[in-house]
């Protein structure tokens, strides 16, 4: 009992610290834009001042603009009040950049702050734990309850961490399915490049381009099954009826006719409607897991806050 009145307080303050956190943010938002724009109108008045000295610079010295006023006879009424028009361009230029000065310290003074909010946030989790530990082990119908919403929050935890794990397995299989369609692409219209006489050039280039196809065939089952098996893990499968191999049992024939090509280009066209046809399909499941981790998210959230609710409350 005596722990536990010990940590209510310990949290009790920890939570006063990071009650302000909200406002914080909001504020260094607020100074940051506030402070770009003095930026900007720094910039402006800097350009003013260089201005109103060259003025004043010009007709101090022998330049045309000085001549000219000094046949008119005003030279000195012209040069004071070019003189007063850059005194007051300096005390503009000096009172933003003070200005600036000051907000950038009060910047300065909320990134301490949150720094602090940020640690009280790490000790409050720490607390909770600790907390957290200790009712567990009570032999307490309210114990046992709080036992069940930590496990509830715990396995939500798992599932969001195995559906990002399948999405980024996704990510990769059809990063590498988008590798193959241009691959694919780049390979098509090889039968007219032979009856422009592509030659031994045109078989040789073929290989290489199909040697590339093969290499990326090979990654794609790599990430294929990878990418089933995580889905596995979260109960949901993908549904592929698509050629994707139809190139390989070329590789190892020089193309030297038309007849042979066309043939080949069938197998490649099949290949490359597969690939993009995949590309489709994954792209859908992807989104599907996407609302099902902002599904997770959502739940996580609201039974985080109630499993917090009740250790703070717990005495």
Do not use: C
């Given at each position: 009992m005596e722990e536990y009145t010990?940590?209510?307080?310990?949290l009790q303050h920890?939570?006063?610290q990071?009650?302000?956190?909200?406002?914080?943010?909001?504020?260094l938002?607020e100074m940051?834009?506030?402070?770009?724009?003095q930026k900007?109108?720094?910039?402006h008045?800097?350009?003013?001042?260089?201005k109103?000295?060259?003025d004043?610079?010009?007709l101090e010295g022998?330049?045309?603009?000085?001549?000219?006023?000094?046949?008119?006879?005003n030279?000195d009424?012209?040069?004071?009040?070019e003189?007063r028009?850059?005194?007051m361009a300096?005390?503009?230029?000096?009172e933003?950049?003070?200005?600036?000065a000051?907000?950038e310290?009060?910047?300065?003074?909320?990134?301490?702050?949150?720094q602090?909010?940020?640690?009280?946030?790490?000790?409050?989790?720490?607390?909770?734990?600790?907390?957290?530990?200790l009712l567990?082990?009570e032999?307490?119908?309210?114990?046992?309850?709080?036992?069940?919403?930590?496990?509830?929050w715990?396995?939500?935890?798992?599932?969001?961490?195995?559906?990002?794990?399948?999405?980024?397995a996704?990510?990769l299989?059809r990063?590498i399915?988008e590798?193959?369609?241009?691959?694919?692409?780049?390979?098509?219209?090889?039968?007219?490049w032979?009856?422009?006489?592509?030659?031994?050039?045109?078989?040789?280039?073929?290989?290489?381009?199909?040697?590339?196809?093969?290499?990326t065939?090979s990654?794609?089952?790599?990430y294929?099954l990878?990418?089933r098996?995580?889905l596995?893990d979260?109960?949901?499968?993908l549904?592929?009826?698509?050629e994707?191999?139809?190139?390989?049992?070329?590789?190892d024939v020089?193309f030297d006719n038309?007849?042979?090509?066309?043939?080949?280009?069938q197998?490649?066209n099949?290949s490359?409607?597969?690939?993009?046809?995949?590309?489709?399909?994954?792209g859908?499941?992807?989104?599907?897991?996407?609302v099902r981790?902002?599904?997770?998210?959502n739940?996580?959230v609201?039974?985080?806050?109630?499993?917090r609710k009740?250790?703070v409350e717990a005495?």
């Amino acid at each position: 009992m005596e722990e536990y009145t010990r940590l209510n307080k310990e949290l009790q303050h920890l939570q006063t610290q990071i009650a302000e956190k909200q406002w914080v943010e909001a504020r260094l938002i607020e100074m940051e834009a506030k402070m770009a724009n003095q930026k900007s109108q720094l910039a402006h008045l800097q350009e003013q001042l260089a201005k109103e000295r060259a003025d004043i610079t010009a007709l101090e010295g022998l330049s045309l603009v000085g001549l000219f006023y000094s046949i008119l006879g005003n030279k000195d009424q012209q040069l004071e009040k070019e003189r007063r028009e850059a005194l007051m361009a300096q005390l503009k230029y000096d009172e933003a950049q003070q200005s600036l000065a000051l907000n950038e310290a009060e910047v300065e003074g909320l990134k301490v702050r949150m720094q602090r909010i940020h640690e009280a946030e790490e000790m409050l989790e720490a607390k909770l734990e600790i907390k957290l530990s200790l009712l567990l082990l009570e032999p307490t119908p309210a114990a046992q309850a709080l036992k069940q919403r930590h496990t509830q929050w715990q396995a939500l935890k798992k599932q969001k961490l195995e559906i990002s794990e399948a999405f980024e397995a996704g990510k990769l299989y059809r990063e590498i399915l988008e590798l193959l369609t241009r691959q694919l692409k780049s390979t098509q219209n090889w039968g007219t490049w032979d009856v422009l006489g592509g030659g031994m050039l045109s078989s040789y280039v073929k290989q290489q381009r199909l040697g590339d196809v093969r290499k990326t065939l090979s990654s794609l089952r790599h990430y294929e099954l990878k990418f089933r098996r995580e889905l596995a893990d979260i109960k949901q499968s993908l549904d592929l009826d698509v050629e994707l191999t139809g190139v390989e049992g070329f590789l190892d024939v020089f193309f030297d006719n038309l007849i042979t090509d066309w043939i080949v280009q069938q197998r490649i066209n099949r290949s490359l409607a597969g690939a993009q046809k995949a590309f489709s399909q994954v792209g859908q499941v992807l989104d599907t897991l996407v609302v099902r981790r902002q599904q997770i998210d959502n739940q996580i959230v609201i039974e985080e806050g109630e499993l917090r609710k009740k250790i703070v409350e717990a005495t």
